[in-house]
């Protein structure tokens, strides 16, 4: 009965010394998890339906803090210009310094640089958006709205000095995935731009930021599970050798 004692007091010590591991190592995994998106993202209330049906108004949106030399065509951002009212506003990429922005072709298309591109997650019934040529100033940026029927943007300023682009400047973050509701999920890169100069930028680290927080949940709660467990198993096979012994 002692060596079954002393057998299970070394299982009970190992026990505890494995689920305190995982406890540990699921507690930084979990608030390094939220540690690290608090330092990469930042997070936006979208304030109208301009970028529908890609993010709606009052979504909340994890941004990735970028510099405005990180961004591609075909980027949904946030940026802050004073020309549009020195607001944070939601618009997508579509042209860089040097292109020319072409509205629209025989298909209603939008074209860069004589390009046509497939934009899929545009809404449009009716006719396609009124017709405009725009060329993009070098470091600045063209941007418009996914829903391009009551969208102000770029079009809204084609009569400035820059022809209604910003300053790369003016970007404060990228978006990322859409927080709430649940159901929004990654913002995708579009791929109709990826065959331009530069392509298309990264997906951000959303994706393994969550993989560690939820793998962090799960060590905590199993590892706190495990050391009771370990301990009821190990007290009823002490109570079976028992009851063989005085039988």
């Avoid at 070394?10 to 010394?17: C, D, E, F, H, T």
């Avoid at 990735?64 to 951002?77: A, L």
């Avoid at 927080?179 to 997906?203: C, D, I, K, T």
């Amino acid at each position: 009965m002692s060596g079954a004692r002393r057998e299970g007091d070394g299982r009970g010590r190992l026990g505890a010394a494995l689920s305190g591991m995982a406890v540990a190592v699921g507690c930084v995994l979990f608030l390094g998890g939220f540690v690290w998106g608090a330092l990469v993202y930042q997070p936006y209330t979208v304030p109208t339906d301009s970028m529908s049906p890609t993010v709606q108004a009052g979504d909340r949106v994890l941004a990735e803090r970028i510099s405005g030399d990180e961004v591609r065509r075909g980027d949904v951002v946030v940026f802050r210009d004073k020309q549009w009212g020195d607001m944070p506003m939601v618009k997508r990429v579509v042209g860089v310094g040097g292109d020319e922005i072409v509205c629209c072709d025989g298909d209603g298309r939008l074209t860069i640089n004589g390009k046509p591109v497939d934009e899929p997650y545009l809404h449009i019934e009716g006719p396609a958006a009124e017709r405009f040529t725009a060329e993009v100033p070098e470091g600045q940026l063209f941007l418009l709205g996914d829903e391009r029927k009551g969208s102000l943007d770029s079009r809204s300023h084609l009569q400035d000095a820059g022809q209604g682009s910003v300053p790369r400047s003016a970007v404060e973050a990228r978006l990322d995935a859409v927080a709430w509701p649940l159901s929004g999920g990654a913002v995708e890169r579009p791929e109709g731009f990826a065959a331009l100069p530069g392509g298309v930028s990264q997906p951000g680290p959303v994706g393994l930021m969550l993989v560690a927080v939820a793998a962090g949940a799960v060590l905590i709660v199993g590892g706190a599970a495990y050391g009771p467990t370990v301990d009821r198993l190990g007290g009823a096979r002490r109570r079976k050798v028992v009851t063989a012994g005085a039988a």
